[in-house]
């Protein structure tokens, strides 16, 4: 029927695979040591090497707080180190350690094989038409989020 395709019911059907998907992952990826929370925050380390604190939450688009307590939770755990920016005094930069970098690519590796495991079951024409959907997607969410209207195609 042509309602099964309304825009609205096919975006909430979206959002709970997504959610279901990101479950799956990340119960996967705490087995192996690392939440995909804390995963990401690890990621965001690998790539930027030290950042500050305060730029670490906007990488993640999360208030401060937040992301102090899992910056401290992560430096119990001895996965990053936190240091004083010697540019400023106040600010603390965050810096991978080599056990957070190991259980990185131990994270890495976990959500590797459950994602395979979910997405392998497309063959490549499948994955391929998905791909295209989900670029489509993307580029009318950022469209609608960067000038809050609809975009033109």
Known sequence: MVDDYKPERLGLQYLNLAYRI?????????????????????????????????ALAQELGFAERSVTQAVESLAGDGLVERMPDPADGRAKLVTLTDEGAAALAAGTKAGAEVLQRIFGTLDPKQRASLDKLLNVIDDAAGAKLNSGQPPVR
């Open 22 to 54: 990101r479950k799956v992952v990340d119960k996967h990826m705490v087995t192996s040591g690392l939440s995909l929370a804390r995963w990401k925050v690890l990621e965001i380390l690998d790539g930027k090497g030290s950042i500050r604190q305060k």
